[in-house]
């Protein structure tokens, strides 16, 4: 979780700065990761962690309910960037579904209070406030 969440930090600053190349690499190759590895884990606590998710994820929309799956495909952007903070959003509420899901499965404490900053510092990046 803690690589999730900070990483995006880095996101944000890239697209701060207007570094696109920095911004896709690390939201699509970072962050993404963390979040498979999420979606990994909560299909592990719904179907048992005998089976394969297959490379990249292939298998996600066999595991996932609906719903979840929808929010997952919502993270993917274009080169915008109103598409890609969108995205963002889409991946930080997915990943909180799922952490906390996981998290509870295994008796875990989450750490809302490093989401709930990470989401400020986003918003205030978002906005121009920083």
Not at 38 to 59: A, E, L, P, V
Request: aromatic share 16%.
């Amino acid at each position: 979780c803690n690589n999730f969440w900070w990483c995006l930090n880095n996101v944000a600053k890239g697209i701060a700065r207007d570094e696109l190349p920095y911004v896709m690499h690390m939201l699509n190759d970072e962050v993404r990761r963390e979040l498979h590895d999420m979606i990994d884990y909560y299909i592990g606590t719904q179907h048992g962690f005998n089976i394969s998710t297959g490379k990249g994820g292939k298998y996600f929309k066999k595991y996932l309910p609906a719903e979840l799956y929808a929010q997952y495909c919502a993270t993917y952007s274009g080169s915008d960037y109103a598409d890609i903070w969108a995205s963002i959003d889409a991946m930080c509420d997915l990943f909180h579904t799922l952490a906390v899901t996981v998290a509870a499965h295994f008796g875990f404490t989450y750490r809302q209070e490093e989401e709930d900053g990470i989401r400020e510092y986003l918003r205030m990046v978002k906005s121009n406030e920083y």
